[in-house]
């Protein structure tokens, strides 16, 4: 007998971090810091995480916030895609 598990629930308010993924441009890192103060104010601007790609032309940047619902998250990650310069939202 199969049983359909539903995936775990996330017990809110919890840290949730935010990966975007775009091209590495000052412009790309300034977007998601604007969406996150818009969405997420006062999170820790010192826990924020960049990398870049080996040949830069790519970057990723990793923010942790505390999350506080769905309905947040689901703001964040539409408004973070509404950039161009974003490709991908994890």
């Known amino acids: 007998m199969v049983t359909e598990q539903e995936p775990p629930k996330i017990e809110f308010p919890c840290d949730y971090p935010i990966k975007v993924l775009g091209e590495a441009d000052s412009r790309f890192h300034e ?14 601007r010192s826990n924020i995480s960049v990398r870049d790609s080996s040949k830069g032309r790519w970057q990723s940047v990793t ?25 991908m939202v994890l």
């Open 31 to 44: 977007h998601v810091l604007l969406v996150m103060d818009k969405y997420a104010p006062g999170f820790d």
């Open 63 to 87: 923010v942790t916030i505390t999350a506080t619902g769905t309905s947040q998250l689901s703001d964040i990650f539409e408004a973070l895609k509404s950039n161009p310069r974003v490709k």
